[in-house]
């Protein structure tokens, strides 16, 4: 119901094209605005790959920041999980989340601030709590920074397998654990909004 509200109330895309149809080089060209093969993120990176961003590429995060914005990137990040690498370094004044794809190993929550070392907050994070502890961080991050523009880059591990749903939606859709996993997505979205709304925001806001 809150993504086919926002489809509703708000503005449908309905033709659009990724830069790549593989996790990292799509993701290098959202936050960049460039094809992948200009930052040379063409493959997917693994938890032993040695490479990531370069410190060269200019992110949305790190614009917005020069315009004031604080910002957050919270959940799968996929540009590379060594320390020169993380969002702190790209623009983001906070991290919280699994650097790569939920089905790698060794799958870590990072915590991380600009100008301060990443730590690991959680090293046998449960597939099922990962949408439900992105939305809370999401959130935390609009309530405490309500009063001044914010950059909240929020990217859900899920639906990537494997699949997990929180005891409150697992076993509760009509089309399985996938339905599980796209019902409490949608939950989280309702929570995103209607912080934006508690802080009085949703006319200035784009979601």
Same mark, same amino acid.
């Given at each position: 119901?809150?993504?086919?509200?926002?489809? =509703?109330?708000?503005?449908?895309?309905?033709?659009? $094209?990724?830069?790549?149809?593989?996790?990292?080089?799509? =993701?290098?060209?959202?936050?960049?605005?460039? $094809?992948?093969?200009?930052?040379?993120?063409?493959?997917?990176?693994?938890?032993?790959?040695?490479?990531?961003?370069?410190?060269?590429?200019?992110?949305?995060?790190?614009?917005?920041?020069?315009?004031?914005?604080?910002?957050?990137?919270?959940?799968?990040?996929?540009?590379?999980?060594?320390?020169?690498?993380?969002?702190?370094?790209?623009?983001?004044?906070?991290?919280?989340?699994?650097?790569?794809?939920?089905?790698?190993?060794?799958?870590?929550?990072?915590?991380?601030?600009?100008?301060?070392?990443?730590?690991?907050?959680?090293?046998?994070?449960?597939?099922?709590?990962?949408?439900?502890? $992105?939305?809370?961080?999401?959130? =935390?991050?609009?309530?405490?920074?309500?009063?001044?523009?914010?950059?909240?880059?929020?990217?859900?591990?899920?639906?990537?397998?494997?699949?997990?749903?929180?005891?409150?939606?697992?076993?509760?859709?009509?089309?399985?654990?996938?339905?599980?996993?796209?019902?409490?997505?949608?939950?989280?979205?309702?929570?995103?909004?209607?912080?934006?709304?508690?802080?009085?925001?949703?006319?200035?806001?784009?979601?």
């Amino acid at each position: 119901p809150n993504l086919d509200a926002m489809a =509703r109330d708000g503005v449908r895309f309905t033709d659009f $094209y990724a830069g790549a149809p593989v996790c990292t080089p799509s =993701r290098a060209a959202f936050l960049t605005g460039r $094809y992948p093969v200009r930052s040379g993120l063409v493959n997917v990176l693994f938890p032993n790959s040695k490479d990531g961003l370069d410190d060269t590429e200019i992110t949305i995060a790190q614009v917005l920041k020069t315009r004031g914005y604080a910002t957050a990137c919270i959940g799968k990040w996929h540009l590379g999980h060594l320390p020169p690498y993380l969002p702190h370094r790209h623009g983001f004044d906070y991290y919280f989340g699994i650097p790569y794809s939920n089905d790698m190993k060794p799958l870590v929550i990072l915590r991380a601030r600009a100008g301060q070392e990443a730590e690991t907050v959680d090293d046998k994070p449960q597939q099922a709590d990962l949408t439900r502890r $992105y939305t809370e961080e999401a959130v =935390r991050f609009i309530r405490e920074h309500r009063e001044r523009p914010f950059f909240l880059y929020l990217a859900h591990n899920m639906p990537h397998v494997p699949l997990g749903a929180s005891a409150a939606f697992r076993g509760k859709s009509q089309r399985g654990i996938y339905g599980d996993v796209i019902e409490e997505l949608d939950w989280s979205v309702g929570q995103v909004l209607a912080a934006i709304k508690e802080a009085g925001l949703e006319n200035k806001t784009l979601v």
